[in-house]
């Protein structure tokens, strides 16, 4: 006995409790009481449908994430005015931490500053659905349930928005550099070198992508209906669909086991998945294991599986994103590869990559900034930019790479 998997109406269900969940607790911002309740709602419903379901606590420090924005840009700026009254060592050294908060918060993902910030509780939930037979395989679906900051140049300078974060970029790698070798260059020769003004002048002008920082994000959360709640709510509904599968004695999955995980504080640093990988670490390991991470859902026409995460410094398994853009083309869907580079952040499919597990992740969105409107980290990430086809593009490739999964296991 087989059921039917009908994406039109789980799409449908998606979208109506991703809505809900928006209105019932708004924006989620990573730490908040908000995010917290959603996660017990989301609990509760995997609670229903799955064999069993887990919610489970961590700390963390939110605030670390992209509050370097502030700390990174006020150094900078203090670096230039000391080089301009002529303290080299000390502007060097501005310019050396300033670098060294963007470098590890944002660029890398670590934790090195986290002490300086508030810590905060943050609350992932999963739910397990086991198959008929042995157990050979696992598969992880995945989402985020917090949402964004907004993020304020987008919505003011979306045209320069890409060209002001490498700006920025550019100008913290590059400030750290210059100021030692003019700092060198007088220890070693006891004179100030004719560049000495050019360093100091260049400080200057990379203020025009400093200052921005500023005004980088905003204190308010957005609603983070595409980016991420649409995503958790797909994984919950393809739960319900598995999980009244096997009461009605399905024989839908054979030897793959089914893990349907909503992570909290991906937009804090992914510091949900880490800790989730962290502990779950050898039970993952224990089995091969694959994790399809679904993050940024708005467009049926611009599915991408990502090969690479984490501002393009950790890979994803290009092996598992081939095979599920030829599953997604099997289903009927465009889909491409897609490269992360600096600037663009990270998912959550990076945390289990770091710990030696297949990953990749879906997103279904514009990626030129500049040329097409983006409502990803604003106000206007709700429901109603969300493509309905776009969602059920997801669900049946989702549901068909799991099903081709459990074949290559024995099942079918």
């Not at 390991?285 to 708005?298: E, G, K």
């Not at 106000?379 to 059920?392: C, K, L, R, W």
Request: glycine share 8%; aromatic share 12%.
């Amino acid at each position: 006995m087989t059921t039917a998997f009908n994406e039109l109406k789980l799409a449908r269900k998606s979208l109506e409790l991703t809505n809900r969940l928006i209105k019932e607790y708004g924006p989620r911002l990573a730490g908040s009481d908000a995010c917290r309740q959603a996660a017990e709602a989301l609990h509760a419903d995997l609670a229903r449908c799955c064999d069993r379901a887990h919610l489970e606590k961590f700390s963390m420090h939110p605030g670390s994430f992209l509050g370097f924005m502030y700390a990174s840009s006020t150094l900078f700026i203090a670096a230039a005015f000391l080089l301009l009254f002529d303290y080299g060592v000390a502007a060097a050294v501005a310019f050396t931490v300033a670098q060294l908060m963007a470098f590890t918060q944002f660029i890398c993902y670590w934790k090195v500053f986290d002490p300086l910030y508030p810590k905060r509780e943050g609350r992932n939930v999963y739910g397990v659905i086991e198959p008929a037979g042995e157990v050979r395989a696992q598969v992880v679906l995945s989402g985020h349930h917090d949402s964004a900051h907004e993020f304020l140049l987008m919505r003011w300078l979306r045209v320069a928005y890409r060209v002001i974060l490498a700006g920025m970029i550019l100008s913290l790698t590059l400030a750290p550099f210059f100021a030692w070798a003019l700092v060198a260059y007088r220890a070693l020769t006891g004179t100030t070198p004719a560049f000495a003004s050019a360093v100091t002048a260049g400080a200057f002008v990379c203020l025009l992508f400093i200052l921005p920082m500023y005004f980088f994000m905003g204190t308010k959360g957005t609603p983070g209906a595409g980016d991420n709640l649409i995503a958790s709510a797909m994984v919950v509904e393809l739960a319900k669909y598995y999980g009244a599968a096997k009461k009605a004695g399905s024989t839908v999955l054979r030897h793959t086991r089914l893990i349907f995980a909503s992570f909290d504080a991906e937009e804090a640093g992914l510091r949900g998945s880490r800790a989730f990988a962290a502990s779950h670490r050898d039970d993952l390991r224990a089995l091969p294991t694959c994790v399809l991470n679904l993050d940024s859902i708005y467009r049926r026409d611009r599915i991408k599986f990502l090969v690479s995460d984490i501002n393009g410094f950790v890979k994803l398994s290009r092996a598992m994103a081939e095979e599920c853009v030829s599953v997604a083309e099997t289903a009927g869907y465009e889909a491409k590869l897609f490269r992360f580079y600096p600037g663009v952040g990270g998912t959550d499919a990076a945390e289990f990559a770091r710990v030696g597990i297949e990953a990749t992740t879906l997103i279904a969105l514009p990626t030129d900034v500049e040329k097409e409107r983006m409502v990803y980290h604003t106000q206007d990430d709700t429901v109603e930019n969300i493509e309905p086809g776009a969602v059920e593009a997801c669900l049946r490739i989702m549901y068909e790479y799991i099903m081709k999964k459990d074949a290559e296991a024995g099942g079918a």
